[in-house]
């Protein structure tokens, strides 16, 4: 059985249908790229499956238990976490003990928390502003914190929107190798970027969206040369040309 399985999910903002009948099944230890065209739905998805918004229809599985409509917190318990576009850390509070608190609304214990978060502050070279409050980080490392947040418990999905956007080439190298050793050991995601090298070299599937519907969803080279999603999608970037 999926982990995850999403059936003819929509969100509709007023006419607008962001999110049209979307159905996938994402199995366990899998790394799907999420991609498609600016406004095509993909966050709007991510804000359904982690109980940001209300769908409008469909149903969402996960683990065999229908969760649509479920609150952010009840499917934090269940292991779905989140990443924002726009990073959302509280400012006031140190690196160190944003992860504490994340890690308490994970379920780990304070204990627990406090090992992981020194953990993971390394694993993420952050160590050094650990005590800084994370208004006093930069925008890249205070995206890093969130991501870090996001892995403080072992999450059975992590749902990322856009990690990259925005982020120096070294950090990015740094979640991108996070995210392809904890993929190897079997970590599942969903992974919203336009980043297309990135979404090549770390996901065997992608799919891609586009007025709200998959327009394709298969093997991520197949899906990159499908021509609905080059008309539709790559056509404008510069992806084609980089890869004649
Ligand atoms: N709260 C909202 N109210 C009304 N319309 C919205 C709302 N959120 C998103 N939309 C609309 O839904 C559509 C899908 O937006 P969404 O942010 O999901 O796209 P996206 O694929 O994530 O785009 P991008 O790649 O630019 O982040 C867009 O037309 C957007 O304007």
Do not use: W
């Amino acid at each position: 059985m999926p982990l995850m399985q999403i059936n003819e999910v929509q969100k509709h903002f007023g006419g607008l249908r962001a999110v049209d009948k979307v159905s996938l099944d994402i199995s366990e230890g899998e790394l799907v790229g999420l991609i498609g065209p600016n406004g095509s739905g993909k966050t709007t998805l991510l804000n359904v499956l982690s109980g940001h918004l209300q769908a409008s229809g469909g149903s969402v599985r996960f683990d065999g238990e229908n969760v649509l409509g479920f609150k952010p917190a009840q499917l934090v318990c269940r292991g779905i976490l989140r990443m924002f576009q726009m990073t959302r850390v509280f400012n006031r509070i140190s690196a160190f003990d944003n992860l504490i608190v994340s890690g308490l609304a994970q379920g780990l214990s304070e204990s627990e928390s406090g090992k992981r978060a020194i953990e993971l502050l390394e694993e993420l070279t952050l160590t050094h502003v650990m005590y800084l409050d994370a208004g006093q980080l930069s925008g890249g490392q205070r995206k890093l914190l969130e991501f870090g947040a996001c892995f403080m418990a072992k999450p059975r999905i992590a749902l990322l929107d856009e990690p990259f956007a925005a982020v120096h080439p070294v950090m990015k190298e740094t979640m991108s190798a996070f995210i392809k050793r904890r993929n190897e050991a079997g970590q599942t995601f969903i992974l919203v970027s336009h980043d297309m090298p990135v979404v090549v070299d770390l996901c065997a599937r992608s799919v891609c969206m586009n007025a709200g519907k998959v327009l394709a969803d298969g093997p991520t080279d197949q899906v990159l040369h499908t021509s609905a999603v080059i008309e539709a999608y790559l056509g404008e970037s510069d992806y084609e040309d980089q890869h004649a």
